[in-house]
T-cell receptor, first 114, second 113 residues
Framework: NAGVTQTPKFRVLKTGQSMTLLCAQD?????MYWYRQDPGMGLRLIHY???????AKGEVPDGYNVSRLKKQNFLLGLESAAPSQTSVYFC?????????????FGPGTRLTVT | AQSVAQPEDQVNVAEGNPLTVKCTYS??????LFWYVQYPNRGLQFLLK??????LVKGSYGFEAEFNKSQTSFHLKKPSALVSDSALYFC???????????FGDGTTLTVKP
């Protein structure tokens, strides 16, 4: 049981390049989330999904797109990277049952855009 | 709209002393509240939660939190701090209708020997 995994762990992009971050979970969780973490700003929600085939915008969605084609995977795409997207990105998942709800986080992807 | 406030960016305590990390919240309806811990270069780890029931919630690593509805607070506590407790702590509140959480900005706890 690997929990939540993220690929890649590190990446350096040039301005204007594109990339996709992959999140995978093996806990059969319905909900999945993408956050970014910046110094002094805590965690900010980018996009999230409450089930396979569904996505919704979070607090800071501009410049990002997501897809949830399979229940276990949640992809975050940057079509044209900007230096402002330099950050640490975390994926998380949770189970919506009333007694649970806590989120399980991946180890993070450190992205630098030059 | 829901919100979470962690009024202290930094908390410093001596090893063996009790610690408190503060959190206040604003939410319509019944609150679902959580504490997470983040060690350097790691993802967040769940510590404890309040869904319903007793106002004192016990969690991992000897941590506990007290839910106070009248003060809309959910402070994290530990009777005797360890140096290994030094980390970044986040409080969060869940919007059960939307399925998403709002996190505080985090509090850095430093426990000195």
């Amino acid at each position: 049981n690997a929990g939540v995994t993220q690929t890649p762990k590190f990446r350096v992009l040039k301005t204007g390049q594109s990339m996709t971050l992959l999140c995978a979970q093996d806990m059969n969780h319905e909900y999945m989330y993408w956050y970014r973490q910046d110094p002094g700003m805590g965690l900010r929600l980018i996009h999230y999904s409450v089930g396979e085939g569904t996505t919704a915008k979070g607090e800071v969605p501009d410049g990002y797109n997501v897809s949830r084609l399979k229940k276990q995977n949640f992809l975050l795409g940057l079509e044209s990277a900007a230096p402002s997207q330099t950050s640490v990105y975390f994926c998380a998942s949770s189970y919506p049952s009333r007694g649970y709800r806590e989120q399980y986080f991946g180890p993070g992807t450190r992205l630098t855009v030059t | 709209a829901q919100s979470v406030a962690q009024p202290e960016d930094q908390v410093n305590v001596a090893e063996g002393n009790p610690l408190t990390v503060k959190c206040t919240y604003s939410v319509s309806g019944n609150p679902y509240l959580f504490w997470y811990v983040q060690y350097p270069n790691r993802g967040l780890q769940f510590l404890l939660k309040y869904i319903t029931g007793d106002n004192l919630v016990k969690g991992s690593y000897g941590f506990e939190a007290e839910f106070n509805k009248s003060q809309t607070s959910f402070h994290l506590k530990k009777p005797s701090a360890l140096v290994s407790d030094s980390a970044l702590y986040f409080c969060a509140v869940l919007n059960t209708n939307a399925g998403k959480s709002t996190f505080g900005d985090g509090t850095t706890l430093t426990v000195k020997p």
